[in-house]
């Protein structure tokens, strides 16, 4: 096994990213519980880091990925376009067709009366996490460590927050403070199968990079626009909210500029 391959990079860091998400929800162990003001700056953080990966990580660099193949133009601009509307219009119909559960808006997608609305949450939080494993795995696909590690790093970040307010949420729907830990961990492992496939499709079909990087981009701004930032104006500390994503944008500039 080839540890320095495109392939398992993609794997391995967004496993390390995912378990981050575990990592954030670790205070409920210990029964200490932020502020809800301090969890909806925290999660503009990780909306901050996000749209920065996006943009920086993602798109740009599959512009310039297109326009190395099929030069200067209309091409590259195209192709950046379709791939980040085809990354939003596929969770968005994922949002449709697969029944969740958000705590804050309740059920969406279609009817679901037979799942339990544990199921529904786990859903929820699959759909939103899937996309950051294919953007890590996607960047260690197309540019080796100098790609990834950026975009593993700055999702790592984002998941600490995210696991946290999993774990909260779980806790205010009565389960235990072991059990709410133990499904925000879970929902952080299905990012290392986004990994292996964006990595996989990256490494094995070198046509496919620009268009995968505007995919996977185009995915995390669904997630922005459509879960994180509403949940962070929802109760009044959209302040705060914009202060947290602020910060998060100009880290994960910082951490790209420097380690990509």
């Not at 609305?117 to 260690?140: D, K, Q, R, S, Y």
Request: aromatic share 10%; charged share 10%; no cysteine.
């Amino acid at each position: 096994m080839d540890l320095g391959s495109p392939l398992i990079l993609g794997f391995l860091g967004s496993l390390v990213a995912g378990l981050m998400t575990a990592v954030g929800a670790m205070p409920v162990l210990f029964g200490k519980t932020p502020s809800r003001a301090m969890r909806d700056m925290s999660l503009g953080f990780a909306a901050g880091v996000m749209l920065s990966a996006s943009f920086f990580s993602l798109i740009l660099p599959a512009i310039e990925a297109a326009s190395d193949k099929y030069g200067e133009g209309a091409v590259p601009a195209s192709i950046a376009v379709i791939g980040i509307l085809a990354g939003m219009a596929i969770v968005a119909w994922l949002n449709e067709v697969l029944p969740h559960e958000h705590f804050t808006t309740g059920r969406e997608g279609p009817d679901s009366a037979a799942l339990r609305p544990i199921w529904l949450f786990i859903i929820a939080i699959t759909i939103h996490n899937f996309p950051e494993g294919l953007a890590v795995g996607v960047g260690f696909g197309a540019h080796g460590l100098s790609g990834g590690m950026p975009l593993a790093i700055g999702i790592g970040l984002q998941n600490l927050p995210e696991g946290l307010a999993v774990a909260v949420a779980l806790l205010g729907e009565g389960y235990s403070r072991f059990r709410a830990w133990g499904i925000a961990a879970l929902t952080g492992l299905v990012e290392p199968i986004g990994g292996a496939i964006g990595a996989a499709v990256i490494t094995f079909s070198e046509p496919f990079l620009p268009w995968g990087l505007a995919f996977a981009a185009g995915a995390m701004l669904y997630v922005i626009s459509h879960e994180i930032i509403p949940e962070t104006h929802r109760r009044g500390h959209q302040n705060k909210a914009t202060f947290g994503f602020a910060i998060g944008l100009v880290v994960m500039l910082f951490l790209d500029v420097w380690l990509g």
